[in-house]
């Protein structure tokens, strides 16, 4: 079985700008979660989306948002960017969505804004 | 508010020795612990977990234990192995957090050959 995936695996910005993500699942898999890694902060947890549902989001401004496609295929948007919005971004997704859900993870997304 | 915490952000070991990495966690409601492994360039994966019913979970070399009461958590990775070397990241989460886990900040783990 194919893993996670994440496209584009590198991404250079510009303040203001704004930036798409995109990861596909693991197949099968209906629960997409987003992470920020930044060093430091270790992982933070954005959003989960499931059954093109967002299901949890957490401490994050309303710049960043997603959306779920019925295909299980997630997007991630950043809109105004700041610089403080490079890091790495990590997708990952599990079965189904609930507690004790191991989370398989992509490679990540590596997001620099200058 | 960091729920979970990783205080040692690296450590070295010489290879065949053990190796014990540390995790703390402050809310108490937490009933399900994961470890990840992260090496350079790839996205984490999952090592070992335990149930809060639980204080003891063995898997091969890995072994983790949890202490509910101090609200702490261990890695024990015995022999260590140069292949071990990479960030070692605890996760927590509970009936009410859904798919969320609450990460700790990683512990770099450098297995000196």
């Known amino acids: 079985k194919a893993g996670v995936t ?24 209906r629960s997409v979660s987003w992470y920020q890694q930044t ?31 019925s295909n299980s295929r997630s997007e991630m948007n950043v809109s105004t960017l700041e610089l403080g919005d490079s890091a790495l971004y990590l ?11 191991e989370q398989f993870f992509g490679p990540g997304t590596r997001l620099t804004v200058l | 508010d960091q729920q979970v915490k990783q205080n040692s952000p690296s450590l070295s070991v010489q290879e065949g020795r053990i190796s014990i990495l540390n995790c703390d966690y402050t809310n108490s409601m937490f009933d399900y612990f994961l470890w990840y492994k ?20 063995e898997d091969g070399r890995f072994t983790v234990f949890l202490n509910k009461s101090a609200k702490h958590l261990s890695l024990h990775i015995v022999p260590s192995q140069p292949g071990d070397s990479a960030v070692y990241f605890c996760a927590a989460s509970g009936s009410w957090t859904g798919n969320q886990f609450y990460f700790g900040t990683g512990t770099s783990l450098t297995v000196i050959p």
């Open chain 1, 39 to 69: 060093p430091g902060q270790g992982l933070q947890f954005l959003f989960e989306y499931f059954s093109e549902t967002q299901r949890n989001k957490g401490n994050f401004p309303g710049r960043f948002s997603g959306r779920q496609f």
């Open chain 2, 38 to 57: 992260k090496y350079p360039a790839e996205g984490p994966t999952f090592l070992i977990s335990i149930s809060s019913i639980k204080d003891k979970n």
């Open chain 1, 91 to 101: 997708c990952a997704s599990s079965p189904t969505s609930g507690p004790n859900n």
């Open chain 1, 6 to 29: 994440q496209t584009p695996r590198y991404l250079i910005k510009t303040r203001g700008q704004q930036v798409t993500l995109s990861c596909s699942p693991i197949s099968g898999h």
